[in-house]
Each structure stands twice: as C-alpha cells, then as structure tokens.
C-alpha cells in the first residue's frame, strides 16, 4: 500500500471523489484548496481524502472514498491515520461534514471524532438534486471534530 500527496491536476482523481461527494460543482468549490492524499494499492487507486487547511489551527477533511471493491480493508482508515499524522504538528483540530447515515459517523466516532453542530437542511439548500444514502435523503450536514 503507498499513499501519494498530489498537489496538481488533482481533477484527474475527479470520478472517485465523485464517490465521497455525487456533485461535481461542491467538489470543484474546494478542489484547488485541497491536498489530496491517494492511496494505491499494488500501484492501482483504490482511495482518496481530500483536505484543506480552514485557519492556523484547523484541517478539514473535504472528502474520503474508497472504490467499492477496495472496501473494509481498512484503506479509509489508513488514510485518517495517515492525514492525523500529517498535520498533528502544525494544527490543533482536524474537522469534517459528514450526512446523517449511522455507519458513517459510527466509523468516524472509532477514529476519535465527536459531534459538534449540524448545518440543518444542508444537503437540500446546496446540492442540485435530492441525495440518498443507504436509501435516506440526506438533509443535515453533521459536523465532526478530532483533537490531533
Ligand atoms: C466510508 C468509506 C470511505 C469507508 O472506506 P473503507 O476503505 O471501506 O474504510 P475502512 O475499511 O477503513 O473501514 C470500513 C468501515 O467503514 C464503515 N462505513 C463507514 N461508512 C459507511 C457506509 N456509508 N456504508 C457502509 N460502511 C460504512 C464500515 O461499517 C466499516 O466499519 P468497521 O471498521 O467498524 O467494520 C467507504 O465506504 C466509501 O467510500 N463510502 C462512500 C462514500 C462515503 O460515504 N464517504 C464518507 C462520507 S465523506
């Protein structure tokens, strides 16, 4: 397994952040600010984690995905451990926005995260079409935080 950082034509990682984030134009308004961290593995891309840096304390994950037949290997997790350790020297707080599906923040809550607020009605107000997880529409927009 080997994760690159990739700081140019990150466009060219655009169909698996698709996976994280189904609309190009969200993914577009933080893609030039993000690093992006790709993990391969036996040099084939199985996932991404965008980040970007909010303020002098604080990174947010923008967006994790993992190409279905690449998951529960525990690639995700290696890419928060690798992005925790990353940026635990210069900042304080890794955040994140996730939807209100219960495997997502179950997995994130393992890796150290906790709640802090909800952006009500995020997911209706910003996105062009109505998004379905596990078969729920995703409305709130959950905000996680992890002390680094
Ligand atoms: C969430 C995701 C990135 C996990 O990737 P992964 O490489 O399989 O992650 P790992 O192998 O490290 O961990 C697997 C864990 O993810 C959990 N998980 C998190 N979100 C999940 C989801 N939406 N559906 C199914 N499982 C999910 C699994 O339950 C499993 O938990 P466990 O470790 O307690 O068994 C991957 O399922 C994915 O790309 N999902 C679609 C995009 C998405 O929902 N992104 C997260 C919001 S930004």
């Not at 993990?39 to 994950?61: F, G, H, P, Q, R």
């Amino acid at each position: 397994m080997q994760i690159k950082e990739i700081t140019t034509n990150k466009t060219d990682y655009t169909d698996i952040l698709l996976i994280g984030d189904e609309d190009k134009k969200m993914i577009n308004k933080y893609l030039e600010q993000s690093t992006l961290y790709a993990l391969y593995k036996n040099n084939v891309l199985a996932s991404i984690c965008a980040v970007a840096e909010i303020d002098n304390e604080t990174v947010e994950i923008k967006n994790l995905a993992t190409y279905p037949e690449y998951r529960n290997e525990g690639n995700a997790s290696a890419l928060i451990d690798f992005v925790c350790n990353k940026y635990k020297t210069n900042f304080k707080y890794l955040i994140l926005g996730t939807g209100e599906n219960i495997n997502t923040l179950k997995f994130y809550k393992k890796h150290g995260f906790q709640e802090t607020h909800k952006l009500k009605n995020f997911f209706i107000e910003n996105y062009s079409h109505p998004i379905f997880e596990d078969g729920k529409q995703l409305k709130d927009m959950i905000y996680l935080k992890k002390i680094l």
